[in-house]
Nanobody
């Protein structure tokens, strides 16, 4: 069992930056892939970014490439999403997830094994 809690969301002006954190607890020693997804009102949840358990491979949605950076801190059992040059299209509820490779390996899909409850990011114009 892995429990994930997001933090760092809030209101930011267009062009600004935020860093989201996803703190894991429970059984955190497995080699999970880690990801971030977002869901805007009336929209489906969409992939944003992912990182392999070793932190050497990253994946990004085209909409955020060059602006967002995913990373992880093993000592803190936390992974992050650094978001820069934010615009209104980035406004959404952001979720972090953990993917057990024993059950699936599509890190850009939405069938992660564990999810946080999400944190709201609102970008004002």
């Amino acid at each position: 069992q892995v429990h994930l809690v997001e933090s760092g969301g809030g209101l930011v002006q267009a062009g600004g930056s935020l860093r989201l954190s996803c703190k894991a607890s429970g059984r955190t020693d497995d080699h999970y892939g880690l990801g971030w997804f977002r869901q805007a009102p009336g929209q489906k949840r969409e992939f944003v970014a992912a990182i392999s358990w070793a932190g050497q491979t990253t994946y990004y949605a085209d909409a955020v490439k060059g602006r967002f950076t995913i990373s992880r801190d093993y000592a803190k059992n936390t992974h992050y999403l650094e978001m820069n040059a934010l615009s209104a299209e980035d406004t959404a509820f952001y979720y972090c997830g953990a993917l057990d490779p024993r059950t699936g390996n599509d890190c850009e899909g939405d069938e992660y094994d564990y999810w946080g409850q999400g944190t709201q990011v609102t970008v004002s114009s």
